[in-house]
């Protein structure tokens, strides 16, 4: 899903330099980073992989409205982890700026991110009122 996002916004690449796919990783105990960056490029090699303590996760996914759970049962290294489906968008400020939950469609996501550029950029613009 979201390298075909990825792709639909490629189409339009000044749109894509101001976009970072994030892949973040609520199991730190399994995902150390280099399985964590061989993960992420396997879907898109300009994916970013990243993870945390538990505590730095939690301090992200609260204020976010993410729920994850990690199962692990056993201490076994086969487990579940339950999370949230949506996709966060965080803007370059680190500032959350919307969430897109599922079904998701990669084609409407790229539109909607496009008229948002167009927006941010146009009211950012000053305005000729001669």
């Given amino acids: 899903m979201l390298n075909q996002l990825h792709s ?18 609520v199991d730190p105990d399994r995902d150390e980073i280099m399985k964590l960056k061989k993960y992420v490029t396997y ?10 303590s538990k505590e730095q996760l939690a301090m992200l996914a609260k204020p976010l409205g ?8 056993g201490g076994t290294k086969n487990y579940a982890v339950n999370h949230t489906a949506a996709i966060f968008v965080i803007n370059k400020n680190a500032g ?8 998701q469609d990669a084609v409407a996501m790229a539109s909607r991110a ?17």
Wanted: no cysteine; hydrophobic share 40%.
């Fill in 8 to 25: 639909h916004l490629g189409r339009k690449p000044k749109l894509l330099d101001d976009i970072q796919f994030v892949f973040i990783s």
């Fill in 43 to 52: 879907f898109n090699k300009d994916f970013i992989g990243v993870t945390g």
């Fill in 66 to 73: 993410a729920y994850y759970e990690v199962l692990n049962k």
């Fill in 96 to 103: 959350y700026f919307g969430r897109m939950s599922p079904p």
């Fill in 114 to 130: 496009e008229w948002t550029k167009w927006l941010q950029d146009s009211l950012m613009k000053p305005v000729n009122t001669s």
